[in-house]
Nanobody, 124 residues
Framework: QVQLVESGGGLVQPGGSLRLSCAAS????????IAWFRQAPGKEREQISC??????SIFYLDSVKGRFTISRDYAKMYLQMNSLRPEDTAVYYC???????????????????WGQGTQVTVSS
């Protein structure tokens, strides 16, 4: 079965760190473009980071630039989140797509494989 399974969410204090993981089952992540999205209560889902298959194209949302880092290996993709803020509170989703493109896609419609989502809450 082809799927993505997320882990690593939870409750963290402002200024703290979390690392989200997303394990691929049935396919190799290093042959896919990957992305992380999040959806806060009452807001639309937004992309916070993406990486092209070649890793030549990497995007970060301005509000997370310098604090979050996207990475992957053969079996998993990761989102390292440092200096967390209350406004980072959301459900976080990993996504992947096998389409080869020089620039990683910003739109969620591009990605055809999704994780189930994991809650990240930043609060004191």
């Amino acid at each position: 079965q082809v799927q993505l399974v997320e882990s690593g969410g939870g409750l963290v204090q402002p200024g703290g760190s979390l690392r989200l993981s997303c394990a691929a089952s049935g396919f190799a992540l290093d042959a896919y473009a990957i992305a992380w999205f999040r959806q806060a209560p009452g807001k639309e889902r937004e992309q916070i980071s993406c990486m092209s298959m070649s890793e030549d194209s990497i995007f970060y949302l301005d509000s997370v630039k310098g604090r979050f880092t996207i990475s992957r290996d053969y079996a998993k993709m990761y989102l390292q989140m440092n200096s967390l803020r209350p406004e980072d509170t959301a459900v976080y989703y990993c996504a992947a797509d096998e389409t080869v493109a020089p620039i990683c896609a910003r739109s969620e419609e591009f990605y055809d494989r999704w994780g189930q989502g994991t809650q990240v809450t930043v609060s004191s």
